[in-house]
């Protein structure tokens, strides 16, 4: 498995997590949900780009 999938694993897992932490503890049930989603994808989109920005350049042959 290439480090990129596993970075990318191991955020969602991460955002998971969090998501899971603000739900239990209540903190969700007093935002609109908008901003609840908007926050979410944000995190998701952050994480794609953190783990394209981490990979390896390709070289081509001249």
Not at 7 to 16: R, T
Not at 32 to 42: D, F, K, N, S
Request: a neutral charge.
């Amino acid at each position: 498995m290439r480090f990129v999938h596993v970075y990318l694993v191991a955020y969602f897992l991460l955002v998971l997590g969090a998501i899971g932490a603000l739900w239990y503890g209540g903190a969700l049930a007093q935002m609109p949900a908008i901003w609840v989603l908007m926050a979410i994808i944000g995190a998701l989109g952050l994480g794609v780009l953190l783990a394209l920005s981490v990979r390896s350049a390709e070289v081509t042959p001249e």
